[in-house]
């Protein structure tokens, strides 16, 4: 059984919008795959499905034999103990040391007396070591949030899912926010990571070329529809050009010197 499975999702917004039209796939275990696409096309709505923080309007989302768009609320936020989030913006608590930020992984397997005091045990404390230890940050442990610099935020986010000890791993434009030398290093670090401890990683990501070099498949999403799922040797100019063509007359298509990063 796949690790993930993804059947006819479709999300409509209240406005109107209809972000998925019918997105089908599965992943296995370990996989490490870009899921790319021009902004609007539904990557970070089909993550936060995946998630639970969007509700789907019809379709269904099963992860390791649990159906997640089958459960209650309740269930969702059990559910997320499993479900590693690795945000663009790093999403960390500026004033606390990079270790704290990470142990706040694991939040989700405390009590609530526990998470309120901040108390975590020595087992929970040894896992956020050797997660900021695979990503190369155990010398800024007690360092504050806000003195690191993006990739290492990033790196500390990373950090963080990890501690989880999640089934999957979902990144949204990790490095968007990166100069070109950092998110070469910190998608490396991430893929890097995930392959070390075998869970199955999805990246939305809009730089192609960092997905064909770090990720083992590529799902191209256009207009709410997979428009392709394959490898990274199979992205033709043709594919490429449908996955990121808009839809109205008069705009432009996908830019060539893209493609030939590919080459």
Known sequence: MPMLTVTDLRVVYNTGNEALRSISLSAEAGE??????????????LLRAINGLQKPTS????????????MNGAQIRRA????????????????LPAITNVLTGRL????????????????????????LDRVGLMHRASFRADK?????????????????????????????????????????DL????????????????????AVQHCDRIIGIARGKVEYDGSAAGLTETILDRIYRFDKPGNPSFRPETVGALQ
Not at 161 to 168: D, S, V
């Open 59 to 70: 379709g269904s989302i099963t992860l390791d034999g649990d159906v997640i768009t089958a």
């Open 191 to 210: 893929a890097k990571v995930a392959r070390e401890i075998g869970v199955l990683t999805l990246i939305n990501i809009h730089q192609v070329d960092l």
């Open 80 to 95: 997320r103990r499993h479900i590693g989030f690795i945000w663009q913006e790093y999403n960390l608590v500026e004033r």
């Open 108 to 131: 989700g397997y405390n009590n609530g007396l526990s998470s309120m005091l901040g108390y975590f045990s020595r087992a929970d404390r040894a896992i956020a070591l050797e997660a």
């Open 148 to 188: 690191l610099s993006g990739g290492e935020k990033q790196r500390v986010a990373i950090a963080r899912a990890i501690t989880q000890q999640p089934k999957i791993l979902l990144a949204d434009e990790p490095v968007a926010s990166l100069d070109p030398e950092l998110s070469q290093q910190v998608l490396a």
């Open 32 to 45: 490490v795959i870009a899921i790319i696409g021009r902004s609007g096309a539904g990557k970070s709505t």
